[in-house]
């Protein structure tokens, strides 16, 4: 398709574990943002990139928070050690670049750690 | 400090009257700015955007916002709601800086359909 993809929309997982949460941006967009959404909130930024450099990260809730983008294309958010305050929906966006270019939402990973 | 203020947590209103969702921003210049609407399950999709020009903005779905600068404010109306237009709709403000595109989120207005 041509939207933003994310992959899963549900992960269920157990205290202590280790997650992966993916996102496949548009085609040809340089900039993709991960952002973590609570229930009842608006998204909070976790970090940023623009094709594969990490340009912001200061969102990132711990050092157990981790993303990458190494081709400048599919992106992947890693949670090591899940904790249950991780438990929220984790929304991918990217867009042309260019501060005037609206983001364009995935459907979310929705993450409940037991 | 740069922030959105959605005044309205929860806004309930009758299928087919007018509807207004507040959107007030402190910010250092003139933003972009945006409305977006989250249906369940869903993410994010784009209403509309202002950036210059014309205060009065026409998005998708029947809906339009006015920019006002005196008062910092970028509503969102429309002249009769359905049913359908039940969601949460989030106002932002942006960009954080200039090398960064990050937007500055509201804590969004759920909005209720009334049969």
């Known amino acids: 398709g041509a939207g933003v993809s994310q992959s899963p929309r549900y992960k269920v997982a157990k205290r202590g574990q280790d997650v992966a949460l993916r996102c496949d941006p548009i085609s040809g967009h340089v900039s993709l943002f991960w952002y973590q959404q609570a229930l009842g909130q608006g998204p909070e930024f976790l970090t940023y990139f623009q094709n594969e450099a990490q340009l912001d990260k200061s969102g990132l809730p711990s050092d157990r928070f981790f993303a990458e983008r190494p081709e400048g294309s599919v992106s992947t958010l890693k949670i090591q050690r899940t904790q249950q305050e991780d438990s929220a929906v984790y929304l991918c966006a990217s867009s042309s670049q260019g501060g005037d270019q609206p983001q364009h939402f995935g459907d979310g990973t929705r993450l409940s750690i037991l | 400090a740069q922030s959105v203020t959605q005044p309205d947590i929860h806004i309930t209103v009758s299928e087919g009257a007018s509807l207004e969702l507040r959107c007030n921003y402190s910010y250092g210049a003139t933003p972009y700015l945006f409305w977006y609407v989250q249906s369940p399950g869903q993410g994010l999709q784009l209403l509309l955007k202002?950036?210059?020009?014309d205060t009065l903005v026409q998005g998708i779905k029947g809906f339009e916002a006015e920019f006002k600068r005196s008062q910092s404010s970028f509503n969102l109306r429309k002249p009769s709601v359905h049913w359908s237009d039940a969601a949460e709709y989030f106002c932002a403000v942006g960009p954080l800086m200039d090398s960064n595109y990050q937007l500055i989120w509201g804590a969004g207005t759920k909005l209720i359909i009334k049969p």
């Open positions: 202002y950036f210059s020009g």
